[in-house]
C-alpha cells in the first residue's frame, strides 16, 4: 500500500515538474519571438485577429505661425513657380501652413480598424480593412473586405462599398463591368495555377521567416515590463525588439532568399514522375529573387529607376528606428505585436514631420476561425478576365 502511495506521489511530482517547465518561458528574447513565431505557424495556425493602423504627421499642428514663418522653404521647381515664390513668399508661406494644419488634422481623425481570420492549414486567409474619418459632427467609414485562397490564388474583394455607385454608371455604357452583389475575383489563371509549386512555397514560409529574424542581433531584443496595451491583452511577457529600416529591409531580403533557396533545393529533388518539374520551381524562384532585389543594398532591383524605388533608395542610408513589441501568454504563444516608427520628412521641406506610424493587432486562438466572406463561382465575377487583364 505504501509503494503504491509513494509511486502516485511521485507520478505527481513528475507531472507538476513538466506541467511547470511547460508554462515556464525561459528561452532568451529573441528565442521567445522566434519560438513564437515558429509556433504560430505551424501549431497554433488558425485564429482571429483584429488591430488598427495609425498614421499621423508630427508637428504641423502643434507648431506656432511664428516658428513656421521662420523656417526656410526650400522648393525644386520650375522658373514660373521660382518667380511666383519671389514675388508672393508669404501667400506661398500661408498655403503651405494652411496645407500642414489640415494634414495634421486629417491625421489624428484618420485611422484603419480591422478584423480578419487566418486557416493555413485550408490555406485561406481574410482581413476587413476600414477607413474611418471621425471627427466633431463627421464619421466617414468605408470597409473593404478580401479574402484570399492561395490554394488557387484567388484574392476575392467586397467593393460594394464604391460599385454600388460605379454600377449605376455602368449600367448603360458598360454594363459588362457591371458587379452587383457579387465578389470581384482577381486569380492567376488555373492552367498557370496547376504549374505552381504553391503548396511546397508554404510549407517553407516558416523556416523563412525564421531565417529572416536570425540576422538580427540578438542583442536588440529584450525583456520588459508589461505596458498598457499587453495589459489589454492580460499578456504575461513582453519582448521589445529596437530595429531601424535598414535592418527590415535586411529582414525581408534574408527571408525572401531562404524561400528562393527552399524552392532551389526542391527543384534539385524533382524527378520524372514528381507533381512539379524543375522549371515549375524556377517560374517561382524567378518571382521570389525579383522581390529579394526590392530590399537587397544593391541599386539594380527590380524596382531601380522607378519612382517606387527611388522613394525607398532615400530611406536606405537614414536613421529610422522601428520599435516592435511582442506579447506573449503564458504558454509562450504571440496574443499580439505592436510595430511604432517615425518616418522622417526631410526631403519634403514643406511638410513639418516627421510621420508617426502606429499599427498594432491582438490574436484569439481557435480551432474554427471565423470568416466573414464566403466566396464561391457563384457569388463572384472574375474582373480580370473581363478586363482583359490575362
Known amino acids: 500500500m505504501r509503494l503504491q502511495i509513494t ?16 508554462n515556464k518561458i525561459e ?46 522653404i526650400t522648393v525644386q521647381s520650375s522658373d514660373s513657380s521660382e518667380e511666383f515664390l519671389e514675388a508672393e513668399p508669404d501667400y506661398y508661406k500661408q498655403q503651405m501652413e494652411s496645407v500642414n ?50 490554394n488557387n490564388l484567388s484574392l476575392y474583394m467586397d467593393t460594394s462599398a464604391i460599385t454600388n455607385v460605379s454600377d449605376v454608371m455602368n449600367e448603360q455604357s458598360n454594363p459588362q463591368l457591371v ?24 510549407k517553407s514560409l516558416p523556416k523563412s521567416v525564421d531565417d529572416g529574424y536570425a540576422v538580427i542581433k540578438s542583442s536588440e531584443f529584450s525583456k520588459v515590463s508589461v505596458d498598457e496595451f499587453g495589459k489589454e491583452l492580460e499578456a504575461k511577457h513582453q519582448v521589445k525588439l529596437n530595429s531601424s529600416y535598414a535592418e527590415s529591409l535586411k529582414y525581408n531580403a534574408a527571408m525572401l532568399q531562404s524561400l528562393s533557396q527552399a524552392l532551389k533545393q526542391a ?39 522607378t519612382p517606387i524605388g527611388s522613394y525607398m533608395a532615400q530611406f536606405k542610408n537614414k536613421s529610422i528606428p522601428i520599435v516592435s513589441n511582442f506579447y506573449f501568454d503564458a504558454k509562450g504563444r504571440i496574443i499580439g505585436v505592436r510595430y511604432q516608427c517615425e518616418v522622417p520628412l526631410d526631403d ?4 513639418k514631420g516627421p510621420m508617426k506610424i502606429d499599427y498594432k493587432f491582438q490574436l484569439e486562438y481557435t480551432g474554427s476561425p471565423k470568416f466573414t466572406m464566403q466566396p464561391t463561382p457563384q457569388n463572384s465575377v472574375n474582373i480580370g478576365s473581363r478586363l482583359r487583364l490575362y
Open 348 to 351: 519634403i521641406k514643406e511638410l
Open 101 to 150: 494644419r489640415m494634414m495634421g488634422l486629417i491625421s489624428k481623425s484618420f485611422s484603419i480598424p480591422f478584423t480578419g481570420a487566418v486557416d493555413m492549414r485550408k490555406g485561406h486567409m481574410e482581413v476587413i480593412p476600414e477607413f474611418r474619418y471621425e471627427g466633431k459632427n463627421a464619421l466617414i467609414s468605408y470597409k473593404f473586405p478580401v479574402y484570399v485562397d492561395f
Open 27 to 72: 528561452e532568451s528574447p529573441d528565442k521567445m519571438v522566434r519560438a513564437g513565431m515558429q509556433r504560430m505557424m505551424k501549431e497554433d495556425n488558425q485564429f482571429n485577429f483584429s488591430g488598427s493602423y495609425r498614421l499621423e504627421m508630427g508637428n504641423q499642428a502643434g507648431a506656432s505661425t511664428a516658428d513656421k514663418n521662420s523656417e526656410a
Open 267 to 305: 527543384a534539385s529533388k524533382a524527378g520524372s514522375d514528381s507533381k512539379y518539374q524543375p522549371q515549375d520551381y524556377a517560374v517561382l524562384q524567378k518571382i521570389i529573387d525579383a522581390l529579394a532585389s526590392i530590399y537587397s543594398d544593391d541599386n539594380d532591383g527590380a524596382l531601380a529607376g
Open 179 to 202: 458587379i452587383g452583389d457579387r465578389y470581384v475575383q482577381l486569380a492567376v489563371p488555373q492552367d498557370r495555377v496547376q504549374h505552381l509549386p504553391i503548396a511546397d512555397l508554404l
Open 7 to 22: 509511486k502516485m506521489i511521485l507520478a505527481l511530482a513528475v507531472a507538476g515538474l513538466v506541467s511547470a517547465c511547460g
